[in-house]
């Protein structure tokens, strides 16, 4: 059933499929995050208890699922590196790696942000804040043990081995983080319930959740591509690529 | 679906939360911008360096061609070396 | 198979202990980090009764850390690692028997020594009961997975840093419920349900870790 998917195994071919997706996924994702921050920074309501503050929704949201899916597409391909010994996909993961770091910085930051207006502080130690920060540090883990070997091939695996313990450990976090803000209830910080959303919110969300997808699939598959191209720099089809491509 | 701000001062505004929004989506915008970037100018690297290889090929293959040719005239065999050397 | 691993854990046991400065290094680590603590934020009992349980398991993940690193280093360096390996004996055993013999070499000090920091902290009995059943609890699980990452950064000539990177995120949740368990001690309220979390998460890592470690080494030999 899987078997078409074998080609692209080799590094040849995975970077002929790359070059034909990204132009899609690259303009999509421009068009779609066009179309979704414009709708929800003009036209989508403003929040009847937060204003127009409520807005940084719509980049937060989308960027805080995105952190932990690109960490569960990351953990995936580290799996299936491993169980198939496939050098593409340990590629494929690092590749991810910081497309994810870099959204679970701007769920941070969007966090902070977001928090200063409506908390009156910039960082408080909300259950959600805590847990994009200690995967912000499981993606730089991961990144930091990749870069620490010469040997690309001992640190996709390496690597992947510190992604799928991460993995198993994000659930556990989550919820230890959740029971622990829920223990320590600062006294001073009325916590916000999360607006029952209409959907004339609902509908900018969803699409700038779309285009953010979009995005970490266009840069992931850009990396990809160098990846491949500078793990086999020495091949000759690397080498009449990257010449067609310089003069093109 | 309507414009939900009287006028663009109010929407640079955002309801006096202009600063907070704007710095929210510009950080994150220079985030994307970032990688993008990186993306590409590590594409650039590349480019440049696969280059220099193939520069790099040639120049020992004249390097080796030219000392082919001095040591018939067996004058110069030193000289040539050194240039074998550098490349 | 059990004498392969009696007597690897007999030979670790004498190696260890025949490097006593390296074992109270991370000792003295433990002690003086926790009396920084009332020189920090003051002498107050009541502060330091608050903080305590947090201030003891923080020092007793960051001098775990220190340790760490020798688990599998000296094996790694002279080459018996790889003469283990290529023995085939099982090395998810070996590991684990590795472990045990970490735990009890480096951490069981620190555990010994945990009165004397409840005495510096001010705890009360019911808090020290409780820090003390976290503890045993918890630090065979800080032990099992610190040896997947050690096993990872073993070949690697500047692993101490990057080890601490790695491992203390992965660390969250058990701080988390320790401390809790001893602020609910403190509160007298029962903790059984902390420590039940703290078990049930070192059943899990005792189920996967070793599989882990004996990957990791691979990949480290290879």
């Known amino acids: 059933m899987w078997k078409w998917l074998h080609p692209y195994a080799k590094s040849e071919s995975a970077y002929q499929l790359c070059k034909t997706l990204l132009p899609w996924f690259a303009w999509s994702s421009v068009l779609t995050l066009f179309v979704g921050t414009l709708w929800g920074l003009a036209f989508a ?32 391909a580290a799996f299936v590196g491993m169980v198939w010994q496939i050098r593409t996909s340990y590629m494929a993961m690092m590749a991810i790696a910081p497309v994810g770091a870099m959204m679970t910085f701007i769920a941070l930051f969007t966090g902070a ?36 070997f010469d040997d690309k091939v001992q640190a996709g695996k390496a690597a992947s081995v510190m992604a799928l313990v991460g993995v198993i450990n994000l659930p556990i976090i989550h919820y230890s983080v959740e029971w622990w803000n829920t223990l320590h209830q600062g006294a001073t910080i009325s916590k916000f319930e999360r607006p029952s959303i209409a959907s004339e919110m609902l509908w900018p969300l969803l699409i700038n959740l779309l285009g953010a997808s979009l995005l970490v699939g266009a840069l992931s598959i850009k990396r990809l591509q160098n990846e491949l191209l500078r793990r086999e720099i020495h091949r000759p089809w690397a080498v009449k690529t990257l010449i067609k491509e310089s003069k093109a | 679906m309507t414009f939900q701000f009287e006028s663009w001062q109010a929407f640079w505004q955002m309801g006096g939360y202009g600063f907070y929004v704007w710095l929210a989506f510009g950080v994150s915008l220079l985030a994307v911008l970032a990688l993008v970037y990186e993306s590409i100018w590590t594409k650039q690297q590349l480019i440049k360096a696969v280059n220099a290889q193939i520069a790099r090929k040639q120049r020992i293959k004249q390097a080796k061609m030219q000392s082919n040719k001095q040591t018939e005239s067996t004058t110069e065999h030193d000289k040539s070396e050194q240039e074998v050397g550098r490349a | 198979m059990m004498s392969v691993l009696m007597a690897i ?46 201030v003891i398991w923080v020092a007793a993940i960051l001098s775990s850390l220190l340790g760490m690193e020798r688990l599998f280093r000296d094996d790694y360096q002279d ?22 013999v970490h735990w009890i070499a480096s951490i069981l000090p620190l555990i010994v020594l ?69 602020d609910a001690a403190a509160m007298q309220l029962p903790y059984s349900a902390h420590l039940g979390l703290i078990g049930a998460m070192l059943l899990l890592a005792l189920a996967l870790a070793p599989l882990a470690i004996a990957y990791a080494l691979r990949v480290s030999q290879s």
């Open chain 1, 113 to 148: 942000a977001w928090g200063k207006p409506m908390w009156g502080t910039w960082w408080v130690w909300d259950a959600r804040l805590t847990s994009e920060l200690v995967l912000l540090f499981l993606y730089l883990g991961v990144i930091s043990l990749y870069k620490a």
């Open chain 3, 9 to 54: 854990f007999k030979r670790d046991m004498a190696l260890a202990f025949r490097q006593r400065a390296e074992l109270l290094q991370p000792m003295m680590f433990f002690v003086l980090v926790i009396s920084l603590f009332p020189l920090g934020v003051g002498p107050g009992p009541d502060t330091l009764q608050k903080i305590g349980p947090g």
């Open chain 3, 114 to 182: 945990s009165p004397l920091l409840a005495l510096f902290l001010n705890l009360t009995v019911e808090m020290y009961w409780a820090l003390l059943a976290t503890l045993l609890i918890g630090t065979p699980l800080l032990s099992l997975v610190g040896a997947v990452a050690v096993g990872l950064t073993v070949g690697l000539q500047k692993g101490g840093v990057l080890l601490a990177l790695l491992l203390l995120p992965v660390f969250v949740p058990l701080l988390i419920f320790a401390t809790a368990a001893v």
């Open chain 1, 45 to 76: 309501p403003a929040d009847y208890q937060q204003g127009d503050s409520f807005r940084i929704i719509y980049i937060h949201v989308p960027s805080a699922i995105l952190s932990m899916g690109a960490y569960s597409a990351m953990a995936i």
């Open chain 3, 79 to 100: 080459g018996s690692l790889e003469q283990l390996m290529l023995s085939g004996a099982p090395m998810a055993l070996v590991s684990v028997v590795k472990v045990c």
